[in-house]
């Protein structure tokens, strides 16, 4: 599956962004998918995860009650609302596709990743 992310951009303390990721040339709906970011110097850290039928979450601690993940399985297309944003949020953020069926936080198992679109929070 190829997953090409939209949405980010700069936005001030407290804002809010919607970031999407359309996928395209495989089944989407049998993929897990998570969202990372990747500040610059930085490891890429786990964000969010929603599993194939879009009815169970996880989130990071740092995001969680502030960070929103979704998924329309009819537009292929997985969704992270990002509210309260903090000049700590900045980062490039990805999304990707896993074969798992359970919550994986670590990068090391997702198969297909976009390209990243970029988030900056300024305060």
């Known amino acids: 599956v190829h997953l090409g992310e939209s949405g980010g951009g700069l936005v001030k303390t407290g804002g809010s962004l919607r970031l999407s990721c359309a996928a395209s040339?495989?089944?989407?709906?049998?993929?897990?998918m998570g969202w990372f970011r990747q500040a610059p110097e930085e490891e890429r850290e786990f964000v969010a995860w929603?599993?194939?039928?879009?009815?169970?979450?996880y989130y990071a601690n740092t995001v969680k009650g502030r960070f929103t993940i979704s998924r329309d399985n009819v537009r292929n297309t997985v969704y992270l609302q990002m509210n309260n944003l903090k000049p700590q949020d900045t980062a490039v953020y990805f999304c990707?596709?896993?074969?798992?069926?359970?919550?994986?936080?670590?990068?090391?198992?997702?198969?297909?990743w976009g390209q990243g679109t970029r988030v900056t929070v300024f305060s």
């Open positions: 040339g495989g089944d989407f709906d049998t993929y897990g």
């Open positions: 990707a596709a896993t074969d798992y069926r359970t919550v994986v936080r670590s990068p090391d198992f997702y198969d297909q």
């Open positions: 929603i599993n194939s039928d879009g009815d169970d979450t």
